[in-house]
């Protein structure tokens, strides 16, 4: 595999953990299973009851960014 490039295959949040892009996860080809923050693939391998959790985060954090981009306007 190639070495990770930062900012294009993966970042560092604001506790500093390594978060792998939707870009690293497309390229890689598949979902592994762990719940990525940027699983393009819809957590189809994350296993219940995990996957529901990880699914309601996704698009509670959507919604909040969401409101916050209307809320600035």
């Keep these: 595999m190639n070495k990770l490039k930062e900012g294009i295959d993966f970042y560092y949040d604001e ?6 892009t939707a870009k ?34 996704r698009n509670n954090a959507q919604q909040k960014a969401s409101n916050q981009t ?3 306007r």
């Design 24 to 57: 690293y996860h497309l390229d890689k080809g598949y979902c592994c299973g762990h719940g990525c923050r940027h699983c393009p693939y819809d957590y189809e391998a994350v296993p219940e009851p995990r996957r529901t959790l990880v699914i309601k985060e």
């Design 70 to 72: 209307t809320n600035s």
């Design 15 to 20: 506790q500093d953990n390594v978060v792998l």
